[in-house]
């Protein structure tokens, strides 16, 4: 990596996590409230099902975890293991498709949009 | 203990470290289940009957933990990297953990 692709990568971890910051406080809260009366597919679907300013939010969130978490393991990756930076590379993008992906699809299921 | 290790900066280092990557590994998993709500609610609803269970109940509240752990370390991370230094924020780790447990205790408290 170079330099300038190694800020790039510093920008987007420390941007995501200034998405998450808010995201996480709403997801907490939102956790919070949901078990309160038991969590079910109706419960969740009910509180999702058309409601735009969730799906965009939750849109965002999501994105930016798959952004965030890969970096972060990434980095780890670097500092303790000494694998060659493709396979390092290679992991962290596997974790993002497999957060990225089954993610894309509950949100857009949730809200109500057909595959 | 080495000495570097025993210093509270270290701690939070390690906290922010490991929860993580604890969240990291629950992420896909997380994703998987919550596309059960939609393929098929009668699974999923098995699933969150099966999370009622105490150890799971508190496996989750551990996961929350970790979660307000990693959202205050990462707060105390950028307040590092953005802000100038004051002392304060080597008391600012004490009161990431206090909030933690905090919000942890609050969700087995609504959850069970």
Known sequence: ?115 | MQQHRNHSNYWAFLVHRISGLVLAVFLPVHMLVLGLAIEDATRFDGFIEWTENPLVKLAETGLIILLAAHLTGGLRVLALEFLPWHDWQKTVIAITGGISLAIGLVFLLNAS
Do not use: D
């Open chain 1, 1 to 115: 990596m170079s330099p300038k692709q190694e800020s790039l990568i510093w920008i987007a971890q420390r941007g995501s996590a200034m998405v998450l910051i808010i995201g996480l406080i709403v997801h907490l809260g939102a956790i919070i409230a949901a078990v309160q009366g038991g969590i079910s597919a109706a419960e969740i679907s009910g509180r999702m099902n058309g409601h735009t300013g969730w799906f965009v939010f939750y849109l965002c969130f999501l994105v930016a975890v798959s952004i965030h978490a890969p970096i972060g393991l990434r980095s780890i990756l670097i500092e303790v293991t000494s694998l060659p930076n493709r396979s390092v590379g290679l992991i962290s993008l596997l974790l993002a498709v497999m957060i990225l992906a089954p993610g894309l699809r509950a949100i857009f299921g949730l809200y109500g949009v057909e595959w």
